[in-house]
């Protein structure tokens, strides 16, 4: 018998540090290879890290909620010598697919061509609750992720199993406002706090100063840590603020016919699997419309001479996702390829699974340009602030029915606003305003994208 030591991997190109978010086992477990062994937060992603080890847990060196440097060790394994893949070595298995719950496959843990398979356990089979309710276990989860109650959840799946779709279209189609309450404010609504024992200078006498370190009420104020993907997002926010000159134009369009061809889509054999939205409409738009105006897909790269203009002549298309881990913005590689149905499973599986906290870091690099959906909160417009690497993205609101001139007469018709936000160093007014007219286009006329 042995004890080894393992150590927080790189999980994902530059990782420096993760959080401990839940341990799957504990001391005295007994454990098989690729069995998982503790969920981590990295900056962009929720990853699962499966065992490297068969044998008995020994010691958790880290606690929940622990940041912890790679490299450091996080768990110890008593393992037989003879079984164990030895000091330095990472014994390759089967990942766990997505039906069983896995999450991103890890680098350094090998899929191809592994000894052992990830034995799918008892715990991950459809279990049946006390209400009667068929589902497994991360489809638990996402429901409360969620706030979907699975009673009121209507099944698809085979012996009448909850699926991830039936979850994730029941939860889109009850208002985005369902989970938001207003706080009640606190009961005590003045207190007087101790003064120190003298007065600083300033001070006019009679009021009382609190020392600068201690927190005036632990009922009325709130510290939340910065880190994962807050910390992230607060980074490359603050980053491309103060260092791409923002500009954003915007327009008013009568999006009807879009809502008319996503109605027929809806009810088409062809995407019967398909959950289908005006999202895949602006999708498309915004493929066809970079074609024509290239540079909203290019990027400003400094140089150790200057800088120079990347113009990428494919479309890496980003999708700003409002997840419960906080803004996760994956993205759809080649999409100038896909066909409008590949192009909707692509979309549906990048909501989902960012949906899930699944989103591995790849998913999240090398973005050409992004959208964000505004409209699921109920807001019409916005100025969106783009994404580090790109120089261009697209905001889509909500879609209404509004009274609107057409032929001379005022109708009620379905209005949206687009709005984009560019980086000017890029990107003229001329080539931001052609481009968002393309795409108003587009969602006014989808018949367009027939070319």
Not at 299 to 308: F, H, P, S, V
């Given at each position: 018998m042995s004890t080894q030591n393992f150590n927080l991997p790189d999980v994902g190109e530059g990782l420096t540090e993760a959080e401990i978010v839940a341990w799957k086992v504990a001391p005295g477990d007994t454990v098989a290879i690729n069995d998982v062994i503790c969920e981590i937060e990295t900056a962009k992603s929720l990853v699962e890290l499966p065992s490297p080890h068969a044998g008995v847990v020994g010691e958790l060196l880290?606690?929940?909620?622990?940041?912890?440097?790679?490299?450091?060790?996080?768990?110890?394994?008593?393992?037989?010598?003879?079984?164990?893949?030895?000091?330095?070595?990472?014994?390759?298995?089967?990942?766990?697919?997505?039906?069983?719950?896995?999450?991103?496959?890890?680098?350094?843990?090998?899929?191809?061509?592994?000894?052992?398979?990830?034995?799918?356990?008892?715990?991950?089979?459809?279990?049946?609750?006390?209400?009667?309710?068929?589902a497994k276990p991360p489809i638990r989860k996402l429901a409360?992720?969620?706030?979907?109650?699975?009673?009121?959840?209507?099944?698809?799946?085979?012996?009448?199993?909850?699926?991830?779709?039936?979850?994730?279209?029941?939860?889109?189609?009850?208002?985005?406002?369902r989970n938001i309450e207003t706080p009640e404010w606190g009961a005590v609504r003045e207190e007087t706090v101790p003064a120190p024992q003298s007065t600083p200078a300033g001070l006019a006498r009679g009021v009382s100063a609190a020392p600068a370190s201690a927190p005036v009420s632990d009922d009325r104020t709130e510290s939340i840590p910065v880190k994962g993907v807050r910390k992230a997002?607060?980074?490359?926010?603050?980053?491309?603020?103060?260092?791409?000159?923002?500009?954003?134009?915007?327009?008013?369009?009568?999006?009807?016919?879009?809502?008319?061809?996503?109605?027929?889509?809806?009810?088409?054999?062809?995407?019967?699997?398909?959950?289908?939205?005006?999202?895949?409409?602006?999708?498309?738009?915004?493929?066809?419309?970079?074609?024509?105006?290239?540079?909203?897909?290019?990027?400003?790269?400094?140089?150790?001479?200057?800088?120079?203009?990347?113009?990428?002549?494919?479309?890496?298309?980003?999708?700003?996702?409002?997840?419960?881990?906080?803004?996760?913005?994956?993205?759809?590689?080649?999409?100038?390829?896909?066909?409008?149905?590949?192009?909707?499973?692509?979309?549906?599986?990048?909501?989902?699974?960012?949906?899930?906290?699944?989103?591995?870091?790849?998913?999240?690099?090398?973005?050409?340009?992004?959208?964000?959906?505004?409209?699921?909160?109920?807001?019409?417009a916005g100025t969106p602030i783009i994404n580090p690497g790109e120089a261009g993205i697209v905001a889509m609101g909500t879609i209404s029915q509004k009274p609107w001139v057409v032929d001379g007469e005022v109708r009620p018709r379905w209005v949206t606003t687009v709005a984009g936000s560019f980086d000017h160093r890029v990107i003229d007014g001329d080539g931001m305003s052609r481009f968002i007219a393309d795409v108003a286009s587009v969602l006014e006329e989808p018949a367009l994208l027939v070319e």
């Open positions: 880290a606690a929940e909620g622990a940041t912890v440097e790679v490299g450091s060790p996080i768990i110890t394994f008593v393992t037989d010598a003879r079984d164990d893949a030895g000091p330095g070595k990472i014994a390759t298995a089967e990942a766990p697919s997505p039906e069983e719950g896995g999450g991103s496959v890890l680098v350094g843990y090998g899929t191809g061509g592994g000894a052992t398979s990830r034995r799918k356990r008892p715990a991950e089979r459809p279990v049946r609750s006390s209400v009667g309710v068929i409360r992720d969620l706030g979907v109650d699975l009673t009121t959840v209507t099944p698809t799946g085979a012996d009448g199993e909850v699926t991830r779709d039936d979850v994730v279209t029941h939860a889109s189609q009850a208002s985005v406002f997002t607060s980074s490359a926010m603050v980053q491309s603020a103060y260092s791409a000159p923002h500009v954003t134009v915007w327009k008013e369009i009568d999006a009807s016919r879009t809502m008319e061809l996503v109605k027929r889509l809806k009810a088409s054999p062809d995407y019967a699997d398909i959950r289908v939205s005006p999202l895949l409409i602006m999708a498309r738009a915004v493929i066809w419309a970079a074609r024509r105006t290239p540079m909203v897909n290019a990027a400003w790269i400094e140089t150790e001479g200057g800088a120079e203009i990347s113009v990428r002549h494919y479309v890496n298309l980003g999708i700003a996702a409002a997840t419960p881990r906080g803004l996760l913005v994956p993205n759809i590689k080649d999409a100038q390829d896909l066909s409008m149905k590949d192009l909707a499973r692509a979309l549906n599986r990048l909501t989902l699974t960012a949906r899930e906290g699944k989103t591995s870091p790849a998913d999240q690099q090398g973005g050409t340009i992004t959208i964000t959906n505004i409209g699921v909160f109920g807001m019409d």
